[in-house]
């Protein structure tokens, strides 16, 4: 996962990523512009690794937002400096929060629509989660190839998730992740 991580956002990262901790790592954005793209990337990368057959594994992104205090190296674990301690801290407190977002250091509007979001996340079948994740990285026409289902089953299921108030209120967060 995280060589393909690195292969994919390769022109996007300051300092590609590493594994830190066991299932936990890191990587170092050169911007925020494909924060929203590579979380969702992620997202669905992630989507049932780790879990035992026929469960979903909680995994949780936060993100730290600030400078760094040493060097840039090849990898994110040999970086350090406050946006990676505020990372940690968004992580920490997103496990006690149950977030599946987390954020540090960013404007407090963004905490919020990382609430929102994570509340959004829980309130959802497996399915409706997996109608959301395809919607959210646009790819609409595929999907009911993908899940074996008709176009019409899909409209429902995003109607059925509020698929446009979640578009629109995906769009602000989206807008507010790329602020610098």
């Not at 057959?53 to 350090?80: F, H, K, N, Q």
């Not at 959004?120 to 609409?140: F, H, I, K, P």
Request: contains cysteine; charged residues 25%; hydrophobic residues 50%.
């Amino acid at each position: 996962m995280v060589a393909a991580a690195n292969r994919r956002w390769r022109g996007r990262l300051a300092a590609r990523f590493a594994v830190t901790q066991g299932d936990q790592f890191q990587a170092l954005l050169a911007g925020p512009e494909a924060l929203w793209d590579l979380l969702h990337w992620l997202r669905a990368e992630l989507r049932g690794a780790g879990a035992g057959a026929g469960t979903e594994a909680e995994w949780i992104i936060a993100c730290g937002r600030g400078p760094i205090t040493t060097p840039l190296a090849a990898t994110a674990p040999e970086v350090d400096g406050p946006c990676f301690h505020l990372a940690g801290s968004a992580l920490e407190a997103a496990k006690r929060q149950r977030l599946v977002l987390a954020f540090g250091g960013y404007d407090p509007v963004v905490d919020a629509f990382a609430r929102y979001y994570s509340a959004l996340y829980w309130s959802w079948t497996v399915r409706q989660r997996e109608v959301a994740s395809a919607l959210r990285l646009g790819d609409r026409a595929a999907l009911p190839r993908r899940l074996r289902v008709t176009r019409s089953a899909v409209s429902h299921v995003a109607s059925r998730i509020g698929w446009r108030l979640v578009e629109a209120a995906d769009a602000e967060f989206r807008r507010r992740l790329a602020e610098r």
